[in-house]
């Protein structure tokens, strides 16, 4: 079957550094994608990756290791704003999007 | 500006009523999905088109149907078969190899 795992929830501390895992099983890979997502709201468009190694924007970053499975979001510099959910889907074989159940990051003072 | 409309925001149900959920698109894309999301679940796929006049059932398509007569519009009709209607539904639109980008949702409840 297709799975996608990240943790639940996690907290870190304003100005600093978090890194949110997820790694993944599917049938066919066509890319994975980190979409930011606040309480009530819309997920929106963070990241991309389809090629091995580390995409940087910002004060966001991805990484991607196809051979692992697994995936990395680094938020680097937190701001109370980066409260939020952070999902985690990877475009299958069929190129419809796979969701993992998302991880709650909460950012305290 | 380009986006994405659902509506309306907020939607309530009466037992044994359909109710149809408005999803627009200006942004010209031909693929067009609708998910739902329940609290701590991932997006869960009803229904996508990817083209006018076409469409394929997702993983939870019972008791949803659909319809895509125009390129910029994908409603959603949540039908009174659906038991558990009670959710906040996402519509997505995607171009060629592009992430896909959403509407603002709309929350469904049952009165």
């Known amino acids: 079957g297709q799975n996608i795992d990240q943790p639940t929830e996690m907290t870190a501390t304003e100005g600093a550094i978090v890194q949110i895992n997820c790694t993944y099983q599917t049938s066919g890979f066509n890319g994975l994608f980190w979409y930011q997502q606040h309480a009530g709201e819309a997920p929106t468009f963070l990241s991309y990756n389809v090629l091995d190694g580390l995409e940087e924007k910002g004060r966001f970053s991805s990484f991607l290791s196809r051979s692992k499975g697994y995936s990395y979001l680094l938020l680097k510099e937190l701001q109370m704003k980066d409260s939020a959910s952070y999902l985690c889907a990877v475009r299958d074989r069929g190129y419809q999007l796979i969701w993992g159940a998302g991880t709650k990051l909460i950012i305290k003072p | ?111």
């Open chain 2, 1 to 111: 500006d380009g986006g994405i409309t659902q509506s309306p925001k907020y939607l309530f149900r009466k037992e044994g009523q359909n109710v149809t959920l408005s999803c627009e698109q200006n942004l010209n894309h031909d693929a067009m999905y609708w998910y739902r999301q329940d609290p701590g679940q991932g997006l869960r796929l009803i229904y996508y088109s990817q083209i006018v006049n076409d469409f394929q059932k997702g993983d939870i398509a019972e008791g949803y149907s659909v319809s895509r007569e125009k390129k910029e519009s994908f409603p959603l009709t949540v039908t009174s078969a659906q038991k558990n209607p009670t959710a906040f539904y996402l519509c997505a639109s995607r171009a060629g190899n592009q992430p896909q980008h959403f509407g603002d949702g709309t929350r469904l409840s049952i009165l």
